[in-house]
């Protein structure tokens, strides 16, 4: 009997494993391990389809302490663009938008996006030795009454040293200029796990002497790097990538986690990846026969040569206690507009 035992956990070993993290994931959710109430929630909104629902979602009555409209993009050509409603759609500046945004939330910070490597690369360049950008930017946040800026400049695997360089300088001038004004500059910054820093320029340590206020480190599109068919935010990936950033950043005080509330469709085949929302995620064939999956307890299902992935109020319930055992009390979610909703409060 005792042989046959040891045969059957040989043989079916993965499915064993599987079972034993489903059931803990279960206690986990469900037991006394329920998320606590959280220092700081914050959202980000981005312009335009799809997310165009996200202006009934912040004002339903869900707590959210602090509100980012992504009103800047530096675009291809290197320059600061203004996200207007006329330009960019729903979600874009508008005195009405902008006041609702207040309404609803403690604190605003204006987030500032780039689209692409090159038009950065020739901002930065510009930022050094011309702070008119700077000047937009403070002059915004000071005539409209809001927090700060959030700086979200992406794409760090094409960066190189000079444009790092010049990163920090921008950094440190405009965080400079709105501590004269009261107020504040708020970063996003790369998951990156303590095997893989050196695939990065970027360094957290470097960002601790800089006058920031708040880094958020984005926890997320981790199949964009590792592939069609793994998760958005698995939750081993999410524990070392904290753990890394705490040895570099020690200040936890000044630290939110950003965590997704989207998914994606990716073809196994081509290893293209489009992401998609709540929404447009639940119109799809073969929803209806989605199931957890227990590295990230996201939900996924395949159909023909697509993989989905999607967050549901649990995964998005057990990332955040998760990021509270590792010490952070700060999260931001990416984004409003389309997408499931918990209330950590």
Known sequence: MFNIIKKFIRENRNFILVCIAVVLIGLFLYGNLQPKALAETMAWIYPGEPACSASAEYSDGRVIDVLKPEYFNVNNSGVLDLATEQSAGCNGFSP??????????????????????????????????????INTLVSFVVNNDVTGIEIDFENFSNWDGNMYLEYKQFLQKLGDALHAKNKKLMIDGPAIVSAEQNLFIFKYGDMAKLPIDKVVILI???????????????????????????????????ITAGI???????????????????????????????????????????????VYFYQDSQSMALKVKVIQNMGISSISIWHLGGNPWYNFK
Do not use: C
Not at 99 to 126: D, H, M, P
Not at 230 to 243: A, K, L, M, T
Not at 280 to 303: K, Y
């Open 96 to 133: 009405d938008n902008l006041a609702g945004i207040k309404k609803y939330s403690k604190e605003q910070y204006i987030t500032v996006a780039n689209t692409g490597a090159s038009g950065l690369s020739v901002f930065l360049a510009r930022s050094t030795t011309n702070e008119a950008d």
């Open 220 to 254: 997320y599109d981790y199949e964009f790097d590792h592939g069609v068919g793994q998760p958005v935010s698995p939750i081993g990936w999410i524990q070392d990538v904290i753990s890394a950033t705490k040895k570099n950043f020690p200040d936890t005080s000044k």
């Open 260 to 306: 997704p509330s989207y998914g994606y469709v990716g073809s196994k085949s081509t290893g293209q990846i489009k992401l998609l929302t709540f929404d447009q995620t639940r119109n799809e064939l073969g929803f209806i026969d989605s199931v957890r999956d227990p590295a990230s307890l996201e939900m996924t299902w395949t159909n023909g040569d697509n």
